[in-house]
C-alpha cells in the first residue's frame, strides 16, 4: 500500500491536504470527469495516508469500464512521480442499493459528482 509523505514540514492547504496532493487530486478529477461512467469521486485523507476513490455506474464485472479509469491513474502518477496515494474503483452496479452507502469511507470528501 502506497502512503503519502509525511507533510509536517510542507504548507498545508485549508483541507489539511498537502499542496501537492491538492494539485495531484484536481489533475486527476479533471482526468475522469469526462469519463460516462465515472458518478463521484472522494479523497480520503487519514493520518500520513491518502486514498482518492472512484465510483463508477456500468455493467457488473467488466472490465472495459475501469480500465479507463486505471489510465488516469496511472497518468497521474506519472505527472506527479513522488507522490505516493492509493488508488480505488467501484462499480456501484456491483452492490447491493442497501450496500452502496457503506461503499465510501464516511471521512472522505467529495471531489466530484456527477
Same mark, same amino acid.
Given at each position: 500500500?502506497?502512503?503519502?509523505?509525511?507533510?509536517?514540514?510542507?504548507?498545508?492547504?485549508?483541507? $489539511?491536504?498537502?499542496?501537492?496532493?491538492?494539485? %495531484?487530486?484536481?489533475? &486527476?478529477? $479533471? /482526468?475522469? /470527469?469526462?469519463?460516462?461512467?465515472?458518478? /463521484?469521486? &472522494?479523497? *480520503?485523507?487519514? $493520518?500520513?495516508?491518502?486514498? %482518492?476513490?472512484?465510483?463508477?455506474?456500468?455493467?457488473? &464485472?467488466?472490465?472495459?469500464?475501469?480500465?479507463?479509469?486505471? *489510465?488516469?491513474?496511472?497518468?497521474? %502518477?506519472?505527472?506527479?512521480? *513522488?507522490?505516493?496515494?492509493? &488508488?480505488?474503483?467501484?462499480?456501484?452496479?456491483?452492490?447491493?442499493?442497501?450496500? /452502496?452507502?457503506?461503499?465510501?469511507?464516511?471521512?472522505?470528501?467529495? %471531489?466530484?459528482?456527477?
Amino acid at each position: 500500500m502506497d502512503r503519502v509523505q509525511p507533510s509536517s514540514a510542507a504548507a498545508m492547504t485549508p483541507d $489539511g491536504c498537502p499542496p501537492s496532493l491538492d494539485a %495531484l487530486a484536481d489533475r &486527476f478529477v $479533471g /482526468r475522469v /470527469r469526462e469519463l460516462p461512467q465515472v458518478t /463521484r469521486v &472522494f479523497l *480520503d485523507v487519514s $493520518g500520513d495516508s491518502a486514498r %482518492l476513490l472512484t465510483v463508477i455506474k456500468a455493467p457488473p &464485472f467488466e472490465r472495459q469500464y475501469r480500465d479507463p479509469v486505471y *489510465d488516469a491513474e496511472l497518468a497521474v %502518477l506519472a505527472a506527479f512521480p *513522488d507522490a505516493q496515494i492509493d &488508488f480505488g474503483v467501484v462499480n456501484e452496479s456491483e452492490y447491493p442499493a442497501e450496500a /452502496r452507502a457503506a461503499l465510501v469511507p464516511t471521512s472522505s470528501v467529495a %471531489l466530484y459528482t456527477r
